[in-house]
Every structure is written in C-alpha cells, then in structure tokens.
C-alpha cells in the first residue's frame, strides 16, 4: 500500500446532496447582497411604480366605498359584517401602498447600510456552511497517510461505518520501533555510551533471522520508571530490508555495538542453561566447591545476553568460580560431584 492510495469509501449520495442544497442557497444569498449593492434595474422600479400606482388607486376607491358603508350602517342600512369588511379592505390595500412605497424608495435610493451588513453575514455563513459540507463530503473517503501494509480490517463491505470506530490497522514497515525495558543499574550506562554523532553503536537480531543483523538507533527513552515493573523504556529504531520480511509484533534482541561489550557491562560470561529460578535479572546457579567438590547454590545478577548462549553476569560469581553448565537437573545442592580440568588444545577463537 503505497502513501495516498485508498484505503475506504463510504456512500456519499447524502453528503452530495447536502453540498448542493447550501450551493443553492449561497447562490440566491449572492444574488440578494449584489442586489442591494448595485440598486433595482430601471424596468424593476418601472414595474413597482405602476403597482404602487394601482394600489392608490384602489386605496383611493375602498375609502370612498368605506364611507358609503359607514353613512348607510349609522342608518342600519347594511350590515355590521359588511361595514366591517370595508373597513378590513382599506387597511389591506393602505399595507399594500405602503410596502410598495418603501420597496420603490429602496430601490430607487439604494439600500441601507444595515441591510446590505445583514446581507453580508447571511452569505459569509452560508460560506462556511458550504465548506463544512465539502468536508464532510471528502471525509467519506480514506487515504492512506503512509506507505505501509494493512495488518487488519474492522469492517467489511456494505457494512454501517460507526463514527469513532476504527475500520483497519495500517502498519508502517519502513521504520520499525523495537520497545526495551531497561533496568534502572543500566539506564546511565546506555546514556553515556549513546553518542548522537554515530547510527552503528546498537544491533538488532531477530529471533527468526537469526544470521542476520540490523544497524539500530536509540531515539528516545522514557525518563519516569514503570509503577508496575520498575524498568525505563527506551525505543531502538531502525530500517529492515523489505526482503527480509521483517514485521512489527516479532520478537527482537538489541545489542550495544559500542566498543566491546565489556567495557560498559563488566562481569562474567556464563552458559545460559547454567541459570536457574530465574526472575527478572536474578537467578542462581550451582557453584562447585574446588576442594571439596560439593556443590552448593549461589544467587547471580545477570546483565544481558553476551554472545552466542552466554550470559554476562555481573555480581555473584569470581573468574574462579566452578559453575555447573549442563545437566543442573540431575545434581543438587550439597552433592559432592568430581570434575576434570582440561586444558583446551588448538588455536582458541
């Protein structure tokens, strides 16, 4: 999935519809503002001097009917119903010669300042009402912000989209995050080893490309501890080669590159099978008493992992020491074992 492809569609026949309802009324608001601003055509005023005309003229003739029907109603020659609907007429057609009056006076002497300010309003309204519709109207499709690969799909086909509700995890494979949770002994001595002007001090391994390694950088860490287990998580990133098929949720292994280990964790290597009760960064091992030969329980604090199967012991043990590496199942402490020191033959490497 490449950065802008579409990811989502939703059905948009409303939000079109509502895009072309506020066109509509911003166009007629348009149209009244232009028209208060440049006045009535010389034919519109024409048409509302010769109604306004008319409407006197049938003032004119409802007051003279009215005041027959009052003279013949103070004489009970009509009806009180009929001299009422004279009276209702005049007032009718004296509204009407009014607001013919007030609209030929505001076409003729422009409109006033306040109306053409409301006019105004009405349309800058209209405009933002316009422009949420077109949001609103593009929101209903999804592009992809990045490159990546679509890992999961809440929703499928023709189903109803719940706003709020994620629809599909979209995963960024270019740049992996490797989360570490370093104990608080080792939080200083990853600072000072880190130096902002080098990207090779850190390796990562995966577990299954075990052959292969990836430059790693650390770029950022937390400086609070976690309430739960104590540790600061610090974040390595790097850039696995998209043939490798490297992908988020796999299980790594960072390795300080800096130099030789040793010199930012000082301690003993011990083969990991030798570790047992382990918990956290403690365990003991079954240490062998070199006169004696009895075997006895000694607690270690380990570090990280060394190189190969072993394991980078920090306290608890001295270079010598006698650990046993292999079948701690079937000895236990205070067993007297007997053991042969072999000198090794060859070149070491």
Same mark, same amino acid.
């Given at each position: 999935?490449?950065?802008?492809?579409?990811?989502?569609?939703?059905?948009? !026949?409303?939000?079109?519809?509502? %895009?072309?309802?506020?066109? =509509?009324?911003?166009?007629?608001?348009?149209?009244?503002?232009?028209?208060?601003?440049?006045? &009535? !055509?010389?034919?519109? %005023?024409?048409?509302?001097?010769?109604?306004?005309? +008319?409407?006197?003229?049938?003032?004119?003739?409802?007051?003279?009917?009215?005041? !027959?029907?009052?003279?013949?109603?103070? *004489?009970? &020659?009509?009806?009180?119903?009929? #001299?009422?609907?004279?009276?209702?007429?005049?007032?009718?057609?004296?509204?009407?010669?009014?607001?013919?009056?007030?609209?030929?006076?505001?076409?003729?002497?422009?409109?006033?300042?306040?109306?053409?300010? &409301?006019?105004?309003?009405?349309?800058?309204?209209?405009?933002?009402?316009?422009?949420?519709?077109?949001?609103?109207?593009?929101?209903? !499709?999804?592009?992809? /912000?990045? $490159? $990546?690969?679509?890992?999961?799909?809440?929703?499928?086909?023709?189903? @109803?989209?719940?706003?709020?509700?994620?629809? @599909?995890?979209?995963?960024?494979?270019?740049?992996?995050?490797?989360?570490?949770?370093?104990?608080?002994?080792?939080?200083?001595?990853?600072?000072?080893?880190?130096?902002?002007?080098?990207?090779?001090?850190?390796?990562?391994?995966?577990?299954?490309?075990?052959?292969?390694?990836?430059?790693?950088?650390?770029?950022? #860490?937390?400086?609070? +501890?976690?309430?739960?287990? $104590?540790? #600061?998580?610090?974040?390595?990133?790097?850039?696995?080669?998209?043939?490798?098929?490297?992908? /988020?949720?796999?299980?790594?292994?960072?390795?300080?590159?800096?130099?030789?280990?040793?010199?930012?964790?000082?301690?003993?290597?011990?083969?990991?099978?030798?570790?047992?009760?382990? +918990?956290? *960064?403690?365990?003991?091992?079954?240490?062998?008493?070199?006169?004696?030969?009895?075997?006895?329980?000694?607690?270690?604090?380990?570090?990280?992992? =060394?190189?190969? *199967?072993?394991?980078?012991?920090?306290?608890?043990?001295? %270079?010598?020491?006698?650990?046993?590496?292999?079948?701690?199942?079937?000895?236990?402490?205070?067993?007297?074992?007997?053991?042969?020191?072999?000198?090794?033959?060859?070149?070491?490497?």
């Amino acid at each position: 999935m490449e950065k802008g492809d579409l990811l989502l569609e939703l059905d948009d !026949r409303d939000f079109k519809h509502q %895009v072309s309802i506020v066109q =509509s009324k911003l166009a007629s608001a348009t149209a009244t503002l232009l028209k208060l601003r440049t006045g &009535a !055509r010389p034919e519109d %005023v024409r048409i509302i001097q010769s109604s306004l005309a +008319a409407a006197q003229a049938d003032l004119a003739l409802a007051q003279k009917e009215l005041e !027959r029907h009052e003279i013949l109603y103070q *004489n009970q &020659a009509v009806s009180e119903q009929a #001299y009422d609907r004279a009276k209702t007429n005049v007032l009718s057609l004296g509204a009407r010669k009014d607001s013919l009056e007030e609209q030929l006076a505001r076409d003729t002497g422009g409109a006033r300042k306040e109306d053409i300010m &409301a006019a105004q309003a009405a349309v800058g309204e209209l405009e933002a009402r316009l422009a949420v519709a077109r949001d609103q109207l593009s929101d209903t !499709r999804l592009y992809a /912000p990045f $490159g $990546g690969v679509v890992t999961q799909r809440f929703i499928e086909a023709h189903e @109803m989209a719940v706003q709020g509700q994620p629809v @599909m995890t979209l995963d960024d494979i270019s740049v992996l995050e490797i989360p570490v949770d370093v104990p608080e002994n080792l939080v200083s001595i990853l600072l000072k080893a880190t130096s902002p002007e080098k990207s090779d001090q850190y390796s990562a391994r995966f577990l299954t490309h075990e052959d292969g390694t990836y430059p790693a950088r650390l770029t950022e #860490y937390s400086s609070r +501890a976690d309430q739960a287990i $104590g540790t #600061y998580e610090f974040v390595f990133t790097l850039t696995p080669d998209p043939k490798d098929l490297v992908f /988020p949720g796999m299980t790594a292994e960072i390795r300080l590159m800096s130099g030789s280990q040793t010199d930012f964790f000082p301690g003993l290597d011990v083969p990991l099978q030798s570790l047992m009760g382990v +918990a956290g *960064n403690s365990a003991h091992v079954l240490r062998v008493d070199p006169e004696s030969g009895e075997i006895f329980r000694q607690p270690v604090i380990f570090e990280t992992l =060394s190189r190969g *199967n072993a394991v980078r012991v920090k306290t608890g043990l001295s %270079v010598s020491d006698l650990v046993v590496a292999d079948g701690t199942a079937f000895v236990r402490q205070g067993q007297k074992v007997r053991y042969e020191l072999v000198e090794p033959k060859g070149d070491i490497k």
